[in-house]
């Protein structure tokens, strides 16, 4: 069965690309310094060891997505309902989606900048992918809310 285009809806997507150090700040939110190469001058800062995730610039797709909304406990692909929220149907290999990307459904994605990259900023993210679920002619993903 093919995804109708009256039943998508318009969404947005990102990757998780890597992660980042976080690193610690003094009272004036400035990075404290660990140290410098006097050979180089680059700067060295002291790091929490705490790794934040970073995802692309969210882009725009068109998707079904179905909510989870039941009174009977249901397993389905292995996951009990009442550990997601929706499932997203989209045609065989129209994008990239991973197990570790965001959706977002009805909140406009925003962007936040790291030392002069922009990237997804995923406390607006409305979902993340939990599982993806290929078939024939589609792939479906099961998606969790974002604690927001």
């Given amino acids: 069965m093919r995804c109708l285009l009256k039943n998508k809806q318009t969404l ?5 690309i890597g992660t980042v150090p976080e690193y610690e700040l003094d009272s004036e939110g400035n990075k404290v310094i ?10 060295f800062y002291v790091e929490t060891g ?19 909304g039941t009174d009977l406990l249901r397993v ?13 149907v989209l ?10 990307s965001l959706i977002w459904y ?3 994605p925003k962007t936040k900048e790291i030392d002069g990259v922009k990237y997804a900023d995923d406390s607006t993210a409305d979902y993340k992918v939990l599982r993806s679920v290929p078939s024939l002619n589609n ?5 969790t809310k974002v604690v927001k």
């Fill in 106 to 108: 009805q909140t406009e």
């Fill in 12 to 16: 947005y997507y990102a990757l998780l």
């Fill in 34 to 43: 660990d140290y410098v190469d006097e050979e180089t001058g680059e700067v």
């Fill in 139 to 143: 792939d479906r993903f099961i998606l």
């Fill in 91 to 100: 045609n065989k290999d129209q994008i990239p989606l991973k197990d570790t």
């Fill in 50 to 68: 705490v790794q934040t995730p970073i995802y692309s610039e969210p882009i725009k797709f068109k998707g079904n997505i179905a909510f989870a």
């Fill in 76 to 88: 389905e692909y292995g996951i009990s309902d009442e550990n997601y929220e929706a499932v997203l």
